[in-house]
């Protein structure tokens, strides 16, 4: 089992409709949970990092966690087609190293 | 604010060569991290320094590869006898003290090895 799971997609979804994606991780020793966003041949920027379980919001983004599932998920309102980037969840193991998750490929439609 | 630069962005060689990539971290960023990506997956870890000292290396670094950080700022790795499965986008992340969380990243070097 990796230790971070997520599904590659592509998702498509229509301009303005709400996106949630979402990773399970396998280690519950993880306290820092991150979202970054990637596009097409740049390198990851990160959008926000949680600390533990609950939600941190920042503008259309709203990150969750739910430690007793290891669920992870990152809301996205509002939906832009400026949106339509690689969304990579990631945690950090005890030796301050990142994992990440594949990635889900996010389409936003005009 | 510069942030994470990474030079060049991309390589192309030929299959035994030899190729070295530079990173110049965020100023004040005493981590510094290189991960690899190939298409499709997230970035994996590599290795990192905590100023001049290389305090980790993933198993993925075989002995090909070697990275160094001589005066705890800019960071070069290096890739000897170059195979077509280290194609791939190398990337370069730094961090603050109190941050190792939020990992800044650069654009990263695409290596093509034909």
């Known amino acids: 089992q990796k230790e971070v799971e997520q599904d590659p997609g592509p998702l498509s979804v229509p301009e303005g409709a709400i996106v949630s994606l979402n990773c399970t991780y396998s280690?519950?020793?993880?306290?820092?949970f991150m979202w970054y966003r990637q596009y097409s041949r740049k390198g990851p920027e990160l959008l926000m990092y949680?600390?533990?379980?609950g939600n941190k919001e920042d503008g259309r983004f709203t990150a969750q966690v739910d430690k007793s599932s290891k669920y992870i998920s990152l809301f996205i309102r509002d939906s832009q087609p400026s949106d339509s980037a690689t969304y990579l969840c990631a945690t950090m193991n005890r030796d301050d190293k990142i994992i990440f998750g594949k990635g889900t490929r996010l389409h936003i439609l005009p | 604010d510069t942030g994470v630069s990474q030079d060049p962005r991309h390589k192309i060689t030929k299959r035994g060569q030899n190729v070295t990539f530079r990173c110049d971290p965020i100023?004040?960023?005493?981590?510094l991290y290189w991960y690899r990506q190939t298409l499709g997956q997230g970035p994996e870890f590599l290795t990192y320094?905590?100023?001049?000292?290389?305090?980790?290396k993933s198993r993925l670094l075989s002995d090909r590869f070697s990275a160094e950080r001589p005066k705890g700022s800019f960071s070069t790795l290096e890739i000897q006898r170059t195979e077509q499965g280290d194609s791939a986008m190398y990337l370069c992340?730094?961090?603050?003290?109190?941050?190792?969380?939020?990992?800044?990243f650069g654009p990263g070097t695409r290596l093509t090895v034909t």
């Open positions: 320094f905590q100023n001049e000292a290389q305090l980790e």
């Open positions: 280690n519950s020793a993880f306290q820092y």
């Open positions: 992340a730094s961090s603050s003290p109190g941050g190792v969380y939020e990992q800044y």
């Open positions: 100023s004040e960023h005493n981590r």
């Open positions: 949680t600390y533990s379980s």
